[in-house]
């Protein structure tokens, strides 16, 4: 199947920071990456559809200045944190379509950030 | 607007049963249908993708159906051990995106 790596698997920030968060899509091409956010003992959040070549589109109450989205190749994707608080500190998760038709998309292992 | 729900919250059962997690979903008009299954602190796991047009899949001991109809889909696990225990989410994929169910944790017991 496709692999999909994540970069950092955790960081620890302090509040104020700005944190980078790296999705790639190892062995296809990704022209549509989405980024989630899951809580504490919840269901993954849709946040974002990072596009290749274009801007994001955010869904409706993401902030899309303060989650920064670039999407400035078809097997990168970053999402940066901007002036991270302690609110923000979750398990964020990429996807990507994989390579077959089929609509099936594919997930990191996740980056679990921690705002102090 | 989608919405996805999945029964039971959580299930705890002892090793050896067969069980039955469930999804429903309120639009019929979906694209296909994932099951995931996430560790804990850990990523998600696709286990089986079910095409709109398709009624079921199978891969092991899992078993997943789909009723578009009726806005249903279930996952069907056989013979459970104790390293199934995990968090099942069911995700309904549309309009470029998928929309996750809240999981159903499950414990199978030694």
């Known amino acids: 199947g496709a692999v999909v790596s994540q970069h950092p698997s955790w960081v620890i920030c302090k509040s104020g920071t700005s944190v980078k968060i790296e999705c790639r899509s190892l062995?296809?091409?990704?022209?549509?990456m989405f980024w989630y956010r899951q809580f504490p003992k919840q269901s993954l959040m849709l946040m974002a559809t990072s596009n290749e070549g274009s801007k994001a589109t955010y869904e409706q109450g993401v902030e899309k200045d303060k989650f920064l989205i670039n999407h400035a190749s078809l097997t990168l994707s970053t999402l940066t944190v901007t002036s991270a608080h302690p609110e923000d500190s979750s398990f964020y998760i990429c996807?990507?379509?994989?390579?077959?038709?089929?609509?099936?998309?594919?997930f990191g292992p996740g980056t679990r950030l921690t705002v102090l | 607007k989608q919405e996805v729900t999945q029964i039971p919250a959580a299930l705890s059962v002892p090793e050896g049963e067969n069980l039955v997690l469930n999804c429903s979903f309120t639009d019929s008009a979906i694209y296909n249908l994932q099951w995931f299954r996430q560790d804990p602190g850990k990523g998600l796991t696709s286990l089986l993708l079910i095409q709109s047009s398709q009624r079921e899949q199978t891969s092991g001991r899992l078993n997943a159906s789909l009723d578009k109809s009726s806005g249903r889909s279930t996952l069907y696990i056989a013979a459970s051990q104790p390293g199934d225990s995990a968090t099942y989410l069911c995700a309904v994929g549309g309009s470029g995106k998928l929309i996750f169910g809240q999981g159903t944790t499950l414990q199978v017991k030694p």
């Open positions: 062995d296809f091409q990704a022209t549509t």
């Open positions: 996807s990507a379509f994989g390579p077959s038709v089929t609509g099936e998309q594919f």
